[in-house]
């Protein structure tokens, strides 16, 4: 299979703890994109990257967030000492820029819930 | 300030029937404009697009039509299909940063 991945599809965490995710994109993708996604909204960006670099992060991402992309291959979105509100679908999504039409395709997503 | 926009959040049409989904957008700085589709506990699908240069986009059952003097863009299912029932997202990427911006998504039912 050669779409987006992310692990860990699902993560229940305990308020006031880290949580990492991961994601790989497809191979051959140079940008990748952190969303997030709650009950009745749209997907809401986050950040992306361009290869290994970060280019922009929305002001939804907190000091609390960071992301990663190390060597432009995966990317790690990590939150700190989280809160109930964090609770939601992160989703990820690559694409490859610099062809024309291209699309950016969406892994299936981490759920995560925050007691 | 929501840059696209989805103003019906929900949508039930006979199967047989045209679906059409409807979407606004804001920003001219926007140079593709694209449908997903999702399904409960997944990332969205890609379905179609079309470029800013374009009005019309056809792929099987599904036409993308856009007017970009209104800033208005619709998709249209014909004929639907029950397996069509699912969260319909407009989606639009800026020109300068590649970003994609999402609308709050129409709910499609299709009736059998």
């Known amino acids: 299979d050669t779409g987006v991945s992310q692990d860990p599809r699902h993560k229940i965490t305990k308020r006031g703890q880290n949580v990492t995710f991961r994601c790989d994109p497809i191979?051959?993708?140079?940008?990748l994109y952190w969303y997030r996604q709650t009950l009745g909204q749209g997907p809401e960006f986050l950040t992306y990257f361009q290869n290994e670099a970060q280019l922009e992060k929305s002001r939804l991402l907190s000091d609390r967030f960071s992301a990663e992309r190390p060597k432009g291959s995966f990317s790690t979105l990590e939150i700190q000492r989280t809160e109930q509100g964090d609770s939601a679908m992160y989703l990820c999504a690559s694409s490859l820029v610099g062809r024309e039409g291209t699309e950016a395709f969406f892994g299936q997503g981490t759920r995560l819930t925050v007691v | 300030d929501q840059q696209v926009k989805q103003n019906s959040p929900s949508l039930s049409v006979q199967e047989g029937r045209i679906s059409i989904l409807n979407c606004d957008y804001t920003?001219?700085?926007?140079?593709?404009f694209l449908w997903y589709k999702k399904y409960p506990a997944e990332g969205p699908t890609f379905l179609i697009s079309i470029s800013s240069i374009k009005d019309k986009n056809e792929d099987g059952r599904f036409t993308v039509f856009l007017n970009k003097s209104a800033k208005h863009l619709s998709l249209h299912i014909v004929p639907s299909q029950p397996g069509d029932s699912a969260v319909y997202f407009c989606?639009?990427?800026?020109?300068?940063?590649?970003?994609?911006?999402f609308g709050t998504g129409t709910r499609l039912k299709v009736l059998a």
């Open positions: 920003n001219s700085m926007f140079d593709y």
């Open positions: 191979s051959e993708h140079n940008r």
């Open positions: 989606a639009a990427r800026h020109s300068g940063t590649y970003k994609y911006i």
